[in-house]
């Protein structure tokens, strides 16, 4: 069964600093692993997602995640952080493309909660 | 293209009482999928239709179905509520081409769920 971990329930950064959370997945072949965003009270909002190809993938916002299969990690990096960043974010994971596991839905991990300091 | 709706967003019940809740996908989506979000548990999927048929169905009892039409628009039903059924639900549809295939799922605003 696949499964993801954030293990970082809360992080706190000041605005402009850098930012990176982490996410490492348990997966039997190549996944597609995403990351979305939840504001308080909405839906999410997809920040980016990695299929295939070149492991750096970028996506809104100014965020950007990196692949690395031999850590089983999708880590989601900001060079800085702005105040409206302040939210929830949630990496998952899907079975691959052509094993039919689509219906199975994304598997999320528990989140991490991003606080901005002024 | 409008995004994925929901309705209603906001919704309070009593227990024993059952609900329904309607999703409308992206134009064009034939995969549509529900997820229960709480607290303690997160986010955890509820079941997958594609083309009118469910494909599959995470670990919820038998009080939590749901259907898709032919137009994609999908509804889910929980009956006989209980406390813990409180949360927010959420529906994502995809562009998914065939049944068990896997594309970027596009998620709804939710609807809130309060029982009492």
């Known amino acids: 069964a696949q499964s993801v971990t954030q293990p970082d329930i809360h992080i706190t950064v000041s605005e402009g600093a850098s930012l990176e959370l982490r996410c490492n997945y348990s997966y039997g072949a190549t996944p597609y692993l995403f990351w979305y965003v939840q504001s308080p009270g909405q839906g999410l909002q997809l920040l980016l997602k990695y299929f295939s190809g070149d492991t750096l993938v970028q996506g809104i916002k100014g965020f950007e995640a990196e692949f690395k299969r031999s850590q089983s990690s999708f880590n989601l990096r900001k060079p800085s952080v702005h105040w409206s960043d302040a939210a929830e974010y949630f990496c998952a994971v899907g079975a691959s493309q052509g094993s039919g596991g689509g219906a199975d839905g994304l598997t999320f991990g528990k989140g991490t909660h991003l606080i901005i300091q002024p | 293209k409008a995004g994925v709706t929901q309705t209603p967003r906001y919704l309070i019940k009593t227990r024993g009482q059952q609900v329904t809740l309607s999703c409308s996908p992206i134009s064009g989506h034939r995969s549509v999928s529900w997820y229960q979000q709480t607290p303690g548990q997160g986010l955890q999927f509820l079941f997958e239709y594609f083309s009118e048929t469910q494909r599959n169905k995470g670990n919820f009892p038998g009080r939590f179905s749901g259907r898709q039409f032919s137009n994609s628009r999908s509804e889910m039903n929980v009956s006989t509520l209980e406390l813990g059924d409180s949360a927010l639900y959420l529906c994502?549809?995809?562009?998914?081409?065939?049944?068990?295939?896997?594309?970027?799922?596009?998620f709804g605003p939710g609807t809130r769920l309060t029982v009492l």
């Open positions: 994502a549809s995809s562009l998914a081409k065939i049944a068990g295939d896997t594309d970027t799922q596009y």
